[in-house]
């Protein structure tokens, strides 16, 4: 059963950074899509960002200019640099990968983020 990893998660204060990293258990063919999805308290799951195959990228309007998508082939784990934090961003991130034809997903456990004013 392939699992997803997600580390870098904290606690930090408005304008600060944290970088997340997400690593499957084992390697997973015919990767589509790499996601970082959020959920805060008492709010759905949305999309902060994802990467494509084909590295085309895609950013909630809320984190454009402040996220940054990325794969790390050498470490193969995609992460999720955040700068310029604010407490509206505080959440637990999970991380959601799916293959071609939708044939497979996965989500990580999720890590907390939480930013102070």
């Known amino acids: 059963q392939v699992q997803l990893v997600e580390s870098g998660g904290g606690s930090v204060q408005r304008g600060g950074s944290l970088r997340l990293s997400c690593a499957p258990s084992?390697?997973?063919?015919?990767?589509?899509?790499v996601a970082w999805y959020r959920q805060a308290p008492g709010k759905q799951r949305e999309l902060v960002a994802l990467i494509r195959y084909d590295s085309s990228r895609e950013y909630a309007d809320s984190v454009k200019g402040r996220f940054a998508i990325s794969r790390d082939k050498g470490k193969n784990t995609v992460d999720l640099q955040m700068n310029s934090l604010e407490p509206e961003d505080t959440a637990v991130y999970y991380c959601?990968?799916?293959?071609?034809?939708?044939?497979?997903?996965?989500w990580g456990q999720g890590t907390q983020v939480t930013v102070s004013s």
């Open positions: 959601n990968v799916y293959t071609d034809f939708g044939q497979y997903e996965y």
């Open positions: 084992e390697i997973i063919p015919n990767i589509h899509t």
